[in-house]
């Protein structure tokens, strides 16, 4: 029992410290994806107004002999809504378009909710959950880390659960932050 508490008392310490550290939104990356199938993916993310984030990747996968192209395009909206335990996190909606090409095209829409959090000025945390109506609908819960080796450089992972018989998807990568 004594253990339990200390380990929640511990996390609940971690985030609430407060922290200088603003979540950031401007990068570049690559790395690569395990998700359908797997292969090399480029990502980027721009603060384009106050409160609006665009938001795009690419990844070129393989299953067996078959390669198909993955795009996403989409918008983060950030509400402005502060969470009582953490108010350094931002919390925002999120939606965009989804496309698979190669044997079979197929195209589709997504929605959701996701926090951001500054964890301390070297990691950052998200996390997502969200609706695909691409691939027989699916909802996905997503969370990943970016840790800052230095002031623009960071190593990000990430994992999304999927519903249904959508893959789970696993990314593993390096980001430059401008």
Do not use: C
């Not at 310490?13 to 690569?32: I, K, Q």
């Not at 107004?49 to 198909?68: M, N």
């Not at 840790?147 to 990568?173: I, T």
């Amino acid at each position: 029992m004594k253990k339990i508490l200390s380990a929640v008392s511990a996390v609940l310490l971690t985030t609430s410290l407060s922290v200088t550290a603003d979540p950031r939104w401007n990068y570049l990356g690559v790395g690569y994806t395990d998700a359908a199938g797997d292969g090399p993916y480029v990502e980027g993310s721009v603060k384009i107004a106050p409160a609006l984030v665009l938001k795009a990747d690419y990844s070129r996968q393989s299953v067996g002999r078959f390669d198909f192209n993955v795009i996403d395009v989409g918008v983060r909206y950030l509400t402005g809504f502060k969470l009582d335990f953490s108010p350094q996190s931002q919390t925002y909606l999120l939606a965009g378009l989804d496309s698979y090409s190669g044997d079979a095209d197929e195209t589709g829409v997504y929605f959701g909710a996701g926090v951001k959090h500054a964890l301390s000025p070297q990691a950052q945390l998200f996390t997502e959950a969200s609706y695909h109506t691409i691939a027989d609908n699916y909802g996905s819960l997503a969370g990943g880390i970016a840790f800052y080796v230095s002031p623009d450089w960071a190593l990000r992972s990430s994992l999304a659960l999927n519903s249904g018989n959508a893959k789970n998807e696993f990314r593993f990568g390096v980001s430059y932050q401008f």
